[in-house]
């Protein structure tokens, strides 16, 4: 295949602007090619972000035709149009420079959220016993497959009109730890996705289940934490 | 160079959500989209609506006279088919609101595009019906 593809890419920070180039079209090549080979024939200070390049570590992720998506996974004839190509930074982030975008804000929220695991026995207790088919186990298994690419942060409009929203990715990982047996910091972390900007911000537009590259659902896992968040608040529990 | 995008706002949180907004657009138009902004501006529209309709009853109190005239304009073909289009808002916003009801009370179910598929459906049958009452 001779043909070459217009790519119009994002240079600069927060201001720049978007510029355009030939890349020549390969068979079987994905975006993430694309930008490599641009970065490697072409414009040499383009920054961007990849490591595994087939779709474990979830940094690839960009702004494709004006959707996130993971890079690495998506190939240029799938989503080509016309002849040409629109490659920018994640949205809902800030710009680093070009391609890559600062995650903090998307990480912040996840601490907001409370993601992190709280022991509730200590090496000495016996391993707990967690049964594959109890329906927690079940709830979180739906939801563990999460590996924080940002492309449901960035696909959000809760995000885009409120910024205190923790977003779909760390409220997704709430619900995970919501239904693990073994967690011992529920309490507060509930009361932590119940707040400003918690569960109840979501709007279910479902763009996070629509546009996941892992299939999961995020805004099953926030209707779940609406409703047991609805729960505690009837026991007087928030 | 296509297309130069400026942020005159400088560094932070509200600024680099408005550099970026200009780069997504295309996903926005799933169903369920289509779904909750339909359900926010069928609101929009009612709460316009509400204060005319306030004022229309309000005419009772002036006196019967009044009442009677505003309710033969009515009788308009026109006003009959805005009357039907109040139905469809009203009917599509109700079955919004429960769509919202459902995701956020009851268990998951997977079906939400066909629901909110048969939720313009219905509105659009109740307005129809409703229409065909009055005419």
């Known amino acids: ?238 | 160079m296509t297309e130069r995008h400026k942020n005159p706002d400088g560094a932070g949180r509200t600024s680099f959500i408005r550099a970026t907004r200009s780069q997504t657009a295309g996903y926005q138009r799933d169903a369920l989209w289509l779904a909750a902004i339909v359900h926010r501006l069928s609101g929009v529209a009612l709460a316009v609506f509400l204060p005319f309709h306030f004022l229309f009853l309000g005419l009772a109190l002036q006196s019967e006279g009044r009442l009677q005239t505003a309710v033969n304009w009515t009788g308009n073909p026109l006003v009959k088919f805005a009357e039907m289009g109040l139905v469809f808002l009203l009917t599509l916003h109700l079955l919004g609101g429960l769509r919202v009801l459902v995701i956020e009370n009851l268990a998951w179910h997977d079906s939400q595009k066909t629901a909110a598929t048969l939720a313009v459906l219905g509105a659009a049958s109740v307005a129809l019906f409703y229409l065909a009452q009055i005419v």
């Open chain 1, 1 to 238: 295949m001779n043909s070459s593809i217009k790519v119009t890419i994002w240079r600069g920070a927060q201001i720049g602007s978007y510029q355009s180039y030939d890349v020549p079209q390969r068979d079987n090549q994905t975006v993430l090619d694309l930008v490599s080979w641009l970065q490697r024939h072409v414009v040499p200070d383009l920054a961007y972000r990849f490591s595994c390049r087939v779709g474990v570590c979830g940094s690839c992720a960009m702004t494709v035709n004006g959707r996130p998506r993971w890079t690495c996974r998506t190939h240029v004839s799938k989503v080509v149009k016309d002849g040409t190509l629109k490659i920018g930074p994640l949205a809902n982030l800030p710009v680093i420079k070009d391609l890559a975008a600062d995650m903090s804000p998307f990480f912040d929220q996840w601490h907001r959220a409370k993601g992190s695991f709280v022991p509730s026995a200590g090496r000495h207790d016996p391993m707990a016993r967690v049964k594959p088919g109890s329906p927690r186990r079940q709830a979180a298994d739906e939801a563990i497959e999460c590996i924080n690419c940002g492309v449901c942060y960035a696909a959000c409009d809760s995000v885009r009109w409120n910024a205190d929203y923790l977003g779909p990715a760390a409220l997704n990982r709430a619900w995970t730890l919501i239904n693990d047996e073994r967690d011992g910091g529920n309490d507060a972390r509930l009361k932590a996705v119940s707040g400003l900007g918690g569960c109840q911000a979501c709007h279910s537009h479902q763009t996070c289940e629509q546009l996941c590259p892992k299939a999961l659902n995020p805004a099953k896992s926030i209707a779940g934490l609406k409703r047991r968040a609805l729960s505690a608040f009837l026991k007087g529990a928030l």
